[in-house]
């Protein structure tokens, strides 16, 4: 199954790499019921995209929190790389997030962002509801990273549970 909007969201039980305890956990998309979800997926660990944004995630995370979301991040490299790479760049020293570790694959090919001939994960991120429905989804090419605030702005509109028009923010009239 492919996770597609306004459909259950693939379920998944993986390790991860837990930066605030500095210790590997199992995580479940059950754990979550009752909250948002954001779950981004980036291509690889010890590269230039993507730690810019693990931190900008990072960076926001408080205002996920303020907006009962959860976040998570996951790419196909084990839980010791993401230890690793948590411990060699001081960029990621304060990660707040679990790190999913994705190693057979299988978390990438049921979101639909598996590029399978490099082995690793296009950006993809999506927001899944309290009842674990994906509710909006978006992939970027690797090369591009993502907006943070356009995150934040499309979860506000998803919350107000109303339609909203183009380039809505939070705050203002909806339909």
């Known amino acids: 199954m492919t996770a597609q909007v306004m459909q259950p969201a693939p379920d998944f039980a993986l390790q991860g790499y837990d930066r605030t305890s500095d210790s590997f956990k199992d995580y479940k998309l059950e754990d979550f019921k009752g909250k948002w979800v954001c779950l981004f997926f980036y291509p690889l660990d010890f590269t230039f995209v993507c730690p810019t944004e693990l931190v900008a995630f990072n960076d926001a995370l408080g205002q996920f929190e303020e907006r009962n979301c959860q976040v998570l991040t996951a790419s196909t490299d084990s839980k ?56 909006w989804l978006a992939i970027h090419p690797l090369s591009v990273g993502r907006n943070v605030e356009e995150v934040l702005r499309v979860l506000d509109a998803l919350q107000t549970g109303e339609n909203v028009p183009c380039n809505w923010k939070k705050g203002e009239k909806t339909l």
């Open 80 to 135: 010791y790389s993401h230890k690793g790479w948590c411990d060699a760049d001081p960029q990621l020293a304060d990660l707040k997030y679990p790190m999913l570790a994705d190693g057979t694959h299988k978390l990438s090919s049921d979101y639909g962002v598996l590029k399978e001939e490099l082995g690793i994960s296009l950006r993809g991120i999506f927001l899944i509801d309290p009842e674990g429905v994906c509710q």
